[in-house]
């Protein structure tokens, strides 16, 4: 694993534990909640619970693997460019041959 990528994925599952924390994203889901019908809000309750539970065994990992896509993809972008750059400019054509 890329320590970048891990250090990318720790502090974004940080930012988001955080906004999830917020009063304000505690206040949407308990409206939510209050707001559906008495025979539905056991059900929503409990799948936010299941959603929650799922986000903190797997998330931190799939941010990571995502992290790494990321910079994987910026990598081969920056390769890619720096070829095309160093063809352009006529460095990476082949020799002249010598004359004997």
Same mark, same amino acid.
């Given at each position: 694993?890329? @320590?970048?990528? %891990?250090?990318?994925?720790?502090?974004?599952?940080?930012? /988001?534990?955080?906004?999830?924390?917020?009063?304000?994203?505690?206040?949407?889901?308990?409206?939510?909640?209050?707001? *559906? @019908? @008495? %025979?539905? +809000? +056991?059900?929503?309750? *409990? !799948?936010?619970?299941?959603? !929650?539970?799922? +986000?903190?065994?797997?998330?931190?990992?799939?941010?990571?693997? *995502?992290?790494?896509?990321?910079?994987?993809?910026?990598?081969?972008?920056?390769?890619? /460019?720096?070829?095309?750059?160093? +063809? %352009?400019?006529? *460095?990476?054509? @082949?020799?002249?041959?010598?004359?004997?």
């Amino acid at each position: 694993m890329s @320590p970048l990528a %891990e250090w990318l994925a720790r502090r974004l599952w940080w930012l /988001m534990l955080k906004l999830m924390r917020t009063r304000g994203m505690r206040r949407a889901q308990t409206y939510l909640i209050r707001r *559906a @019908p @008495p %025979e539905r +809000a +056991a059900k929503m309750l *409990a !799948n936010l619970h299941r959603q !929650n539970r799922l +986000a903190r065994k797997i998330g931190l990992k799939l941010l990571t693997i *995502a992290m790494q896509l990321l910079l994987a993809s910026v990598i081969i972008t920056l390769v890619v /460019m720096g070829v095309l750059y160093l +063809a %352009e400019i006529g *460095a990476l054509k @082949p020799p002249r041959e010598l004359k004997s």
